[in-house]
Nanobody
């Protein structure tokens, strides 16, 4: 059974930093590309960042480019999202996801497995 478990969310002030972790089990981790998505209240879920399975190429939404960094540790079956210079508009539930077989990393439809989400709240 595949499980993705996020952690590291919390309350932070504007300009602060947080690092989210997502631990995976039940899958051959380094076969999968991994992504982070987020959903704010009343909004649709949106792409944040992704990292590929091979070269570890990274992709970011324009809204987080330069502030967020995605990385993966295949020895720990874990993907991370370092978030800096946080803004109130970054407030959302953050989800990690894993998939195979596509290069459309920005689309949630190409991810097969999802975590339960972790809340990030940025106070102004």
């Amino acid at each position: 059974q595949v499980q993705l478990v996020e952690s590291g969310g919390g309350l932070v002030q504007t300009g602060g930093s947080l690092t989210l972790s997502c631990a995976a089990s039940g899958l051959i981790f380094n076969w999968y590309y991994l992504g982070w998505f987020r959903q704010a209240p009343g909004k649709e879920r949106e792409f944040v960042a992704a990292i590929t399975w091979g070269m570890g190429s990274t992709y970011y939404a324009d809204s987080v480019k330069g502030r967020f960094t995605i990385s993966r540790d295949n020895t720990k079956n874990t993907v991370y999202l370092q978030m800096k210079s946080l803004k109130p508009e970054d407030t959302a539930v953050y989800y990690c996801a894993g998939g195979r077989g596509s290069s459309d990393y920005y689309s949630e439809h190409v991810y097969t497995f999802w975590g339960q989400g972790t809340q990030v709240t940025v106070s102004s």
